[in-house]
């Protein structure tokens, strides 16, 4: 039971480069989020997914792109990275039919915008 | 929008002490209060959570506390242990159709041995 994966685990570049950062979830949850973590901030939410084909914004979404094709996978994308965008980002789901709203969270991926 | 704020934001604590975090909330349609634990290098994990029905409830050493009149909540964690060392998040969530967690900022507890 692979759970939740995140992928690249750690990733540099450059500013104005284009970065795709990958989770994938094998429980078939239909609520996947995208969250950062920064120092003094906890997690702030930048996206979220109903469902496949469903997405909305959360509290920090501004330079962030997401897609969900398929219900495993949720792709964030920063269409021109900035240094302000240096975190850790962190990939959860949750069941929909969960009334507790338990999130399972990924390992992270530490990106670092020189 | 919800904002939840934490304290302490570092705490150390002994080996078989207690130690507490609170949590304040400001939106009182708020209805579930989650507790995250993050080991270094890691997604953070549900270690307990309470609903706005319920005052307290425990799991082993354990427990949160909830005052809704305050709208405030608190981990206690009792009889420490060096594997208890980790970053600790409290949460909020209304239940809106997003289903998204407002985080605290952290508490980085250092249990000494």
């Known amino acids: 039971d692979a759970g939740i994966t995140q992928s690249p685990r750690y990733k540099i570049t450059e500013t104005g480069r284009q970065v795709t950062l990958m989770c994938h979830q094998t429980w078939s949850h239909s609520y996947m989020f995208w969250y950062r973590q920064d120092l003094g901030h906890g997690l702030r939410l930048i996206y979220y997914?109903?469902?496949?084909?469903?997405?909305d914004k959360g509290e920090v979404p501004d330079g962030y792109v997401v897609s969900r094709s398929k219900t495993e996978n949720f792709p964030l994308t920063l269409e021109s990275a900035t240094r302000s965008q240096t975190s850790v980002y962190f990939c959860?789901?949750?069941?929909?039919?969960?009334?507790?709203?338990?999130?399972?969270f990924g390992p992270g991926t530490r990106l670092t915008v020189l | 929008g919800e904002n939840v704020e934490q304290h302490p934001s570092t705490l150390s604590v002994q080996e078989g002490d207690s130690a507490v975090i609170k949590c304040t909330y400001s939106?009182?349609?708020?209805?579930?209060f989650p507790w995250y634990k993050q080991e270094l290098g890691k997604g953070p994990q549900l270690i307990i959570d309470?609903?706005?029905?319920?005052g307290e409830k425990k799991d082993q050493r354990i427990a949160v506390t909830l005052n809704k009149t305050a709208k405030h909540f608190s981990l206690h964690i009792t009889e420490t242990q060096p594997e208890d060392s980790a970053v600790y998040f409290c949460a909020a969530y209304k239940d809106t159709g997003r289903r998204a967690l407002t985080f605290g900022s952290g508490t980085r507890l250092q249990v000494q041995p």
């Open positions: 959860a789901s949750s069941r929909a039919r969960d009334n507790y709203n338990e999130q399972f």
């Open positions: 309470i609903r706005s029905n319920v």
């Open positions: 939106d009182s349609a708020s209805n579930y």
């Open positions: 997914s109903a469902a496949a084909d469903i997405t």
